[in-house]
């Protein structure tokens, strides 16, 4: 139904074809049928055919296929049936691999249920959410989340948080008798409620009017839901090292192939030859890996709250070089408390604790208040618990509040001071109230004291000031200096405080009158009461942690640039006013380069409009940054899609942001980002482990190629050879391999440059070394055995078991770039230990079995001659110790990041 706001109850009533006493049920039933369920679409992973279609879009499984489509010309069926199985097996176990890793995500997923009260023929129902049709009355109470965009027939006090829908942080207090404009924004509709919007307090009944993407957030979620996400880092490095590889096999081939044509070499034999280059070339096991790697780390981040949505993102949150956090819930604990009182003319007092439960106390300048002071204190806390409309008592299991934030807070910090609610009350009976509303920004309840009236009042300083007269002191009410209080308020929220006044005094009220603000104009004011969301006792260690980790954090707010100030300079954020960036300048940005240049000095955004994260975002990209975002509300989905990691909450978070996310945070905790960047590094280290350790040996068979090439000798090793030995052996290893557990100092380095390649300066030296070392000793133990008279086939199946056993002792080496293989301890990846001897014992056995021997062209050797090749291929290892002994010695003598070159 358009513009429902404007039209009034009655006719939004007919023009759905409802009545107040709700529909019938096969009423309902017909239109579940007509307009669908009242859910936002997910989007659908794919099928498992279209994952194992997936398998063969690399460019080096183009090559494969191409060797052996040779293979098949040239008529060597057992090198295309094998190359075939292999393609067929690598295609199998990425399929199984990734399909699961999809359904466990999605397991990770499943929410609650969210159910509704429905009136249906006049009886009261409780139904699925999702069920809710056009034309439904739903009723609302305090605590519930609105299940769809609904015009209010009635409404006791019903104040709605719709922060999560407009980003406006202040509850808007609505009535069924507004009557906004047509184009009013969202939270100025005040006789409407909205789809994901929170019931703060009050009770409500409202004639659903939209469902799911007709509701203001479907709108929100079809505009971002479709969207292609940004690539995550990993798969822009991935593509590029993968292209330049296929390039690389390309040109090495055509160049080998040249000099074999100039030897006279005949064409079926080059052909086999372009085959067994491609095959070595190729790391087959690479997609496995990476994925078993993604999958690991997966199943690690949600042991430490992370749920991972998208395999890629794993990787992506450890290559951040920004993170552009919320400030409520996230960094601070999403609960209003009670910091500070001031009293006139004395200096704060502090109240301690930090949490919705009455633990901690209230302390006094000089510690443990006087006396008189003490009176003052539960005059104070009097006035909190009277004119207050929440609720706070022990149950069971714990405490149990509700009601808004303010009044929460201040009957825990008067359950500190030993004043309760239901004392007070019982000591001082209720007559009437003001009820607090946004236009009124104070409450008030009228009591009988001493067979008297008495009013307490609480509220916003500035509505507060004009119906005092006198202010609380030591010894007895005197003249309000007003300059003297303003001057403490001012003082109180310089430093980020939400400042409430509370006054008190009697007042003559007739019989017949009614109790309003206009008898409120004689009152002392008792004091103030600074209040805060405070931090998250661990976010000030994640935000270091970040810093030691050369992240950038960014807090985002709507809060007041005082507010976000303060909390920022507790998180040692910013030192300075300078480094606080508020929406109206980013408005009055005259360009993007304007935009950009106010990005990359803040720290903190503070009263930023929704719209404005995604500005910020995309400026944040253009600075060059990879950034993550968390956010909550549906007018986070678009900044969170843009990013290249969005990062939703899970406890506040809407379905929308969760759908759009990346990762979903389940216990909204800011350091459970930080660890999800530790585990995204950590995936990302054992992706270069495993890259590095099937490169190196790939690049070894190339040297041993060209030097037989150059040389004159025949082919070393056969192509059905070159796959087993990458594939099986190898391939074996190298899944084991991505188990590998963290080195401990993820954290103590800067992100990886956002443009730096997968073969940085340390990967080209320890791929060229290794390769240098397993391809020239091969080659001269082929050149030796093929001397000292043993036949073709002897002599391969001799450099085979060499080659199997250098990638055994070569894996070790793997587990580090700059840590010493003796330093690591074998079990604690134990299925990289057993793996290798695995692999070792799968060739070993593979001599001995017919069929498998007659393929591979292979034999059974003498002990003797395995401990001789196990001595040649321990080489490596010694070779690569001295290496990254060298590279420590430089990195000591020169600063401590050249290390991570």
């Given amino acids: 139904m358009p513009a429902p706001h404007v039209r009034p109850a009655e006719e939004i009533l007919t023009g759905l074809h409802s009545t107040p006493n709700g529909l019938s049920h096969a009423e309902a039933a017909a239109r579940l049928q007509h307009y669908g369920r009242n859910a936002l679409p997910a989007s659908e992973p794919p099928g498992i055919a279209r994952v194992f279609l997936h398998q063969f879009t690399s460019p080096l499984i183009y090559v494969l296929v191409a060797a052996a489509l040779v293979s098949l010309v040239i008529r060597e069926w057992s090198d295309a049936g094998f190359i075939c199985a292999v393609l067929l097996l690598n295609a199998i176990i990425g399929t199984a691999q990734e399909y699961s890793a999809q359904r466990a995500a999605t397991a990770l997923q499943q929410l609650v249920t969210t159910r509704s009260r429905v009136l249906r023929e006049g009886d009261t129902h409780v139904c699925n959410a999702e069920e809710l049709v056009p034309g439904d009355i739903v009723l609302l109470e305090s605590g519930e989340r609105v299940p769809a965009d609904m015009r209010l027939l009635a409404s006791h006090d019903l104040e709605v948080d719709e ?143 992370v749920i991972v949505r998208r395999l890629l993102a794993v990787e992506a949150l450890g290559s951040c070089t920004v993170i552009a956090t919320d400030k409520t819930g996230t960094l601070t604990v999403n609960q209003l408390t009670a910091r500070r009182i001031v009293f006139p003319g004395h200096e704060p007092w502090e109240v301690t604790g930090e949490s919705l439960e009455p633990e901690g106390g209230i302390l006094a300048q000089r510690g443990t208040p006087l006396p008189e002071e003490d009176a003052l204190l539960s005059w104070l806390c009097q006035a909190a618990v009277l004119a207050n409309e929440g609720f706070l008592a022990h149950r069971d299991h714990g405490w149990v509040q509700h009601g808004d934030a303010v009044d929460v807070a201040l009957l ?74 303003e001057r403490q308020a001012q003082a109180l929220a310089i430093q980020g405080y939400r400042v409430m006044a509370l006054a008190a005094g009697g007042i003559e009220l007739g019989p017949l009158e009614v109790f309003s603000e206009e008898h409120l104009g004689q009152l002392t004011l008792i004091g103030l009461v600074g209040m805060i969301d405070p931090l998250r006792p661990e976010a000030k260690a994640a935000v270091t942690t970040c810093r030691a980790a050369g992240i950038r954090v960014a807090m985002l707010t709507g809060d007041h640039p005082a507010t976000a100030f303060a909390i920022a300079k507790e998180l040692e954020l910013v030192t300075s006013l300078a480094e606080v960036v508020t929406g109206p300048e980013l408005k009055q940005a005259e360009d993007t380069a304007a935009m950009d240049r106010l990005t990359a000095r803040a720290q903190v955004f503070a009263r930023v409009e929704p719209q404005q994260k995604l500005d910020i975002v995309q400026s944040l990209q253009r600075n060059g940054h990879f950034v993550a975002v968390s956010g909550d509300g549906a007018n986070d989905a678009p900044a969170l899609r843009a990013a290249q990691v969005g990062v939703a909450m899970g406890w506040s978070g809407t379905d929308v942001a969760r759908e759009t996310a990346d990762l979903i945070i389940t216990d909204d905790n800011f350091t459970s980002i930080v660890a999800g960047v530790e585990e995204g590094r950590i995936a990302y280290a054992n992706v270069r482990k495993v890259i590095f350790l099937l490169i190196s040996t790939g690049a070894a068979e190339l040297v041993l190629f060209t030097l037989a090439l150059l040389t004159g000798l025949p082919l070393p090793l056969l192509a059905v050879q070159l796959l087993w030995l990458n594939l099986v052996t190898n391939g074996i290893q190298d899944v084991a391999l991505a188990f590998e557990p963290g080195e401990g100092n993820e954290l103590r380095f800067p992100p990886r440059p956002p443009r730096e390649a997968i073969f940085n ?141």
């Fill in 163 to 305: 922060s999560l829908l407009t980003g406006e942080s202040i509850a808007v207090f609505k009535r069924v008798d507004g009557q906004p404009p047509v184009d009013s924004p969202l939270g100025d509709r005040v006789n409407m409620a909205f789809a994901g919007t929170l019931v703060n307090r009050g009770r409500a009944r409202g004639v659903v009017t939209s469902t799911a993407l007709n509701t203001e957030l479907g709108r929100i979620a079809s505009a971002v839901l479709g969207k292609p996400p940004t690539k995550a880092p990993l798969l822009v490095r991935m593509e590029r090292f993968t292209h330049r590889v296929a390039i690389l096999i390309g040109v090495a081939a055509l160049l080998m192939a040249g000099v074999a044509l100039g030897r006279g070499m005949p064409l079926d034999e080059i052909f086999l030859l372009a085959v067994a280059l491609a095959v070595s070339a190729i790391p087959e096991g690479l997609p496995v890996a990476l994925t078993v790697a993604l999958a690991i780390s997966m199943r690690r981040m949600a042991r430490r709250h």
């Fill in 761 to 901: 300066r340390l990967m080209i030296e320890r791929v060229v070394l290794s390769a240098l070392v397993i391809g020239s000793v091969a080659f001269l133990l082929f050149q030796l055995l093929l001397e000292r008279g043993f036949s073709l086939d002897e002599a391969r199946n001799g450099t085979l078991m060499l080659m199997v056993l250098f990638e055994n002792i070569h894996v070790f080496n793997s587990r580090s770039e700059s840590l010493s293989t003796f330093r690591h301890n074998p079990m604690r990846n134990p299925l990289l230990l057993f793996g290798t001897v695995a692999a070792q014992l799968i060739h070993i056995g593979a001599m001995y079995t017919p069929w498998i021997s007659d393929v591979l062209h292979i034999q059974p050797i003498s002990p003797q001659h395995w401990l001789e090749l196990l001595g040649m291929a321990l080489t490596v290892l010694v070779i690569m110790e001295l290496h990254k002994a060298l590279r420590l010695l430089l990195a000591a003598r020169c600063s401590p990041g050249s290390l991570a070159d």
């Fill in 412 to 485: 825990v910090m008067a359950h500190k001071a030993g004043v309760t609610q239901a004392e007070a009350v019982n000591a001082m009976p209720e007559i009437a109230t003001i009820p607090f509303e946004s236009e009124r920004l104070f409450s008030a309840s009228l009591n009988q004291k001493d067979g008297e009236q008495y009013a307490f009042a609480k509220g916003a300083l500035e509505r507060l000031l004009p119906m005092c007269n006198t202010m609380a002191t030591n010894g007895g009410p005197v003249v309000l200096d007003r300059s003297e209080v």
